[in-house]
């Protein structure tokens, strides 16, 4: 029971310093100033002390509020922080789940595949939170991160023992996805970012699994519109982008995939 409690607190911490860490990293890709400065205020550019920079608690203690110009900080900083430590908690639960709990998750930590493991979820978390502070739009300036987590990612599989062949099939299935209907639309239906976007999630889910994040996109999406016509946005639907759906269904698809998979072959009779 100890182990399960500190493993939640713990992935909580590591994820929310990532959450503000990804959420600083996004402004700073946009405004192409890299990460020489510390970090400011949004407001006043007045350098943060470290302990009004620690993550949810600095923001709740100071109110959202800077601590020098007394202007409020955005919320998204707050969200981007308890988000990232939320899905970083979650990933820790599905690991303790497929493992069998205590006795598993001490195999994992005390070998170097469950690290090698840890990693490639950590590195996924911080890509797909990239993308989703994003506009989508402007997704073409994240190439960098996603080509290059791809690579890592890929990498990290590679010495678990996964096949190349698979991650090379499932990034070349996910790429042109999104490369065809650039192509057919003229980039009209999508944008070019969403091309590498496709490419990060196939190496790192492989296949069959992107094709289940893709399909899974469209489903919540679907569901996230008829919401909001429902509801009464009508005109929003029309301006969400399948990115904001990816990158949630990607990181479903990672941590339940195999156990989708299975129960969908069970349900149509093809295994048991
Ligand atoms: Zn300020």
Redesign the pocket.
Known sequence: MGLLIIGIIFSFLLGSALGSFVHCWAHRLYSGEGFRRHSY??????LLAWYNNIPIFSYLRLKGK??????K?PQDYFWSELLAGGLLVIAFLAAWCHLGGEEGIWVAITSIKGWLVALQAIIGLVILMLVFWTDYWWLAIFTGPLLIGGVIVGLLKWLTGESLVNMVLGGLIGGLFFALQFWASKGRWIGEGDIYLGIFLGIWLGWPFIILAIFGAYIFGAIIGLLLIAMGHKAWTSKLPLGVFLAPSGWLCFLWGQQAMEAYLRLIGVAN
């Open positions: 205020c949004p407001q006043c550019g007045q800077c601590a020098s110009c007394h202007k900080i």
